[in-house]
């Protein structure tokens, strides 16, 4: 009785956040859409040149290079964070490609990476550049 009461708990879903992992082909921006407790999208770079430069006064950790966009935003923002999404072992998706999680959609081109939410409000990401609509 005891294993028949582990294999379906084995087999029941858990109740957790999904997650989708990605990078750009060429690595530079790595990116996580998530759903469940938080349902949102942020992205992290490794090198660009800033299009938010000023730090706020009450960030005293990384600044201008990771932007997210939650469910209600009406527009995409620069996170204050002290720590990553990148991770080596996430897919690549490649130039032309769309991936999609819940009311997140996220798009890779030559020219960037560009998420949305159910609002079409987000964030297009490029090394060049970094634009919040």
Excluded at 92 to 105: E, H, I, K, Q, W
């Amino acid at each position: 009785m005891k294993l028949a009461l582990l294999l379906i708990l084995l087999a029941t879903p858990a109740l957790a956040d999904d997650f989708i992992y990605f990078h750009s082909p060429t690595g530079n921006i790595h990116c996580m859409l998530m759903q469940g407790d938080y349902n949102g999208v942020r992205c992290d770079m490794q090198t660009l040149t800033q299009s938010f430069p000023v730090r706020p006064r009450d960030c005293d950790l990384d600044w201008g290079d990771a932007f997210e966009i939650g469910l209600n935003d009406r527009k995409g923002a620069v996170v204050c964070h002290g720590d990553t999404v990148m991770t080596p072992d996430s897919m690549v998706l490649g130039y032309g490609a769309s991936v999609s999680l819940g009311d997140f959609t996220c798009s890779s081109e030559k020219t960037g990476v560009t998420c949305t939410n159910a609002r079409a409000h987000g964030f297009t990401l490029s090394k060049a550049s970094q634009k919040l609509f």
